[in-house]
C-alpha cells in the first residue's frame, strides 16, 4: 500500500502518453498491451480512495493557503465537485487515455 505522502499531488496522473511503473521504467501508453493497460487500471482503480483523500486534501490545503497566503497560490480555487473517486478517477487524463486505448 502506498502512503499519503507518496501518492499526494498524484502528478502521474496528469500524463497522457505514459506510465512508470514502480521500477521507475517509462512505458508509452499505445506500446502497452491490452493486458498492461487493464492491470495498470485495476491498480489505479484498487487504491483509487486514497488518490481521491489525497486529492481533496490538496485541494483543500491550496484553499486554504489561498486564504491565509493568497501571494503562494494566486489562482488556488481547485475544487474537488464528484461524489465518488471513481468518477474522479475517470476523469483523469491518464485514466481517459488508457479507457480510450481499450476502447471503453
Request: overall charge negative; hydrophobic content about 40%; aromatic content about 10%.
Amino acid at each position: 500500500m502506498l502512503s499519503m505522502s507518496e501518492i499526494s499531488s498524484n502528478p502521474f496522473l496528469r500524463e497522457t502518453e505514459t506510465w512508470v511503473d514502480r521500477s521507475g521504467n517509462e512505458h508509452a501508453l499505445k506500446d502497452m498491451t491490452e493486458k498492461y493497460l487493464r492491470h495498470v487500471l485495476g491498480f489505479l482503480e484498487s487504491i483509487e480512495d486514497a488518490l481521491f483523500a489525497a486529492e481533496i486534501e490538496e485541494a483543500a490545503t491550496e484553499q486554504l493557503v489561498a486564504v491565509f497566503e493568497p501571494w503562494r497560490y494566486p489562482d488556488a480555487h481547485r475544487s474537488v465537485d464528484f461524489p465518488t473517486a471513481r468518477l474522479w478517477l475517470h476523469s483523469t487524463p491518464l485514466v481517459k487515455a488508457i479507457t480510450g486505448l481499450l476502447g471503453n
